[in-house]
């Protein structure tokens, strides 16, 4: 069994991750918090631009196009109830001219 409770899955949550509950004790605020995290999202990406750092992509053989089922890949998926990278997001973020 793992015991790596550093991010929530379903093993350590017990089959019950769930971000604003459920049932009688639902958040009430959760389709609002849903559409503020959009907005946020959208005004972040409407003045910043993202690019992958390529020093960090060239200390692999592989192209970040390239499937991420290989344990070598530069980004590297890694699922349980929360989506997160094996080795990390390396980006390189500018400002853009809004």
Do not use: W
């Not at 499937?67 to 070598?72: G, R, S, V």
């Amino acid at each position: 069994m793992n015991t790596n409770f550093l991010y929530p899955n379903e093993v350590a949550s017990d089959f019950a991750y769930l971000p604003f509950g459920g049932g009688a004790r639902k958040c009430v605020g959760d389709e609002f918090a849903t559409l503020e995290a959009t907005v946020t999202l959208a005004m972040v990406l409407r003045r910043f631009s993202f690019d992958f750092d390529q020093a960090k992509l060239a200390e692999t053989s592989m192209s970040v196009h390239e499937h991420p089922k290989n344990l070598e890949h530069p980004v590297g998926m890694k699922t349980g109830a929360t989506i997160h990278t094996r080795k990390g997001l390396h980006m390189i973020v500018k400002k853009r001219d809004v």
